[in-house]
């Protein structure tokens, strides 16, 4: 589709850059889109997906080199985020819940944590991010989780939901709340647990609409100690270290909401040129052109978009939430609105397996739904226009 191709052409992506993209283009057209259908209906972690992406080093693209990484422009990450999620919305979330869970941890904190936590990141393990509870989810102020210091420890209680690849993590980076701070936001706190911690456990595994072949756990901490020098930054910093951080992750879900909106308009390009209907191929029929023109706009925009809100990062900017829920809201949104004409395209056959048409759609949902949700960005943006 030449309107992408010159769109991708733009972006103007260094050797090294371009040379990765064909390592992973490689990948997701020789492995993780072939088994995608298979780990969905399955319901088993992709662990040779999981393989392919460290053979190549992906996690080294947010890690610092000092730590393992090699690391690259936040625009670059993005656009990785998206080709694995295309050919594989489960390992695509998979992939950016590392980012997610440790870029706090290599902006917030010491070079002491970085370097003892990181270097197994780099090396291909996997992280979490726990902020969610089962009576707070959009509201994170609202979480019970409870941090006691405990000497050179920090004992942990409490239980997190929703949590993806909480039961296969190397790392976790939970928020929970400073039991010597009363007030419920400026005791919220953040800090590292490490795998096989005493008293940590695996409550329950989610069965999902989508992202069958992603991991997403209650997880519940009794009595774990942690060691204090896990903590990130001081008691009570939590809050701040979250705010910013979901700056960071909700371009992170746009780019991963595009490469389903990627797949979904593919699939009817290619779909609409095959399926024949009254001797004339579905695509010259004028309503379905006029459809797909307006998707396609739709996603140049959401691309030239996303690219703007990487380029702040990668300039350096500090303020960018406004422009991460929008681009966070209107990727989402897309994807949904983009996998639902996918189905209707492929008319019953998009009802069917045979066709990737309803795994699009049902792994399109939650991208309206985490990172906060499409309600929750509409008030925030809404509210900015607000005068004081």
């Not at 997701?28 to 072939?34: K, L, N, Q």
């Not at 929703?162 to 419920?184: M, N």
């Not at 901490?221 to 270290?241: A, C, E, Q, T, Y």
């Not at 990172?371 to 925030?380: A, D, I, K, L």
Request: proline share 3%.
């Amino acid at each position: 589709m030449k309107l992408f191709e010159q769109l991708d052409a733009s972006r103007e992506w260094l050797p090294e850059e371009q040379a990765l993209l064909d390592q992973v283009r490689r990948l997701t057209d020789e492995v993780i889109a072939p088994n995608a259908a298979a780990f969905d209906e399955a319901g088993t972690f992709p662990w040779p997906n999981i393989e392919g992406i460290n053979k190549i080093g992906l996690n080294g693209v947010f890690v610092p080199e000092a730590y393992g990484g090699v690391p690259m422009r936040f625009k670059l990450y993005l656009e990785i985020v998206s080709l694995i999620s295309e050919a594989c919305a489960s390992t695509g979330i998979i992939y950016a819940t590392n980012f997610h869970a440790m870029k706090p941890l290599i902006d917030f904190g010491t070079e002491a944590q970085k370097s003892r936590l990181l270097p197994a990141i780099s090396a291909g393990g996997l992280a979490s991010l726990a902020i969610t509870e089962t009576s707070a989810g959009s509201d994170a102020t609202g979480m019970t989780t409870r941090f006691t210091p405990d000497g050179d420890d920090i004992v942990v209680n409490g239980s997190k939901s929703f949590i993806t690849s909480g039961d296969v993590a190397d790392r976790v980076l939970l928020f929970g709340k400073w039991s010597e701070i009363e007030d419920r936001r400026k005791s919220i706190s953040a800090l590292v647990v490490e795998k096989g911690a005493p008293g940590f456990a695996v409550i329950s595994r989610e069965k999902k609409l989508g992202h069958n072949a992603s991991s997403t756990c209650a997880i519940g901490f009794d009595n774990v100690r942690v060691p204090r020098g896990n903590l990130l930054g001081g008691p009570g910093d939590g809050l701040d270290i979250l705010l910013a951080s979901l700056n960071k992750s909700r371009p992170s879900i746009a780019a991963h909401a595009r490469g389903i909106a990627r797949a979904a308009l593919k699939d009817m390009v290619d779909y609409a040129n095959e399926r024949q209907q009254s001797g004339k191929r579905i695509l010259e029929f004028q309503a379905n052109q006029f459809t797909l023109a307006d998707l396609a706009g739709e996603l140049a925009m959401v691309e030239r978009f996303i690219d703007y809100v990487a380029d702040l990062v990668d300039g350096g900017a500090f303020e960018f939430g406004l422009e991460a829920s929008l681009a966070k809201l209107r990727a989402s949104d897309l994807a949904m609105k983009m996998a639902l004409e996918c189905v209707q395209f492929h008319g019953g056959y998009g009802y069917c397996r045979e066709y990737r048409a309803e795994r699009l759609m049902r792994d399109a949902k939650i991208t309206q739904i985490w990172e906060g949700t499409n309600q929750v960005h509409r008030q925030f943006i809404g509210r900015s226009f607000l005068r004081k």
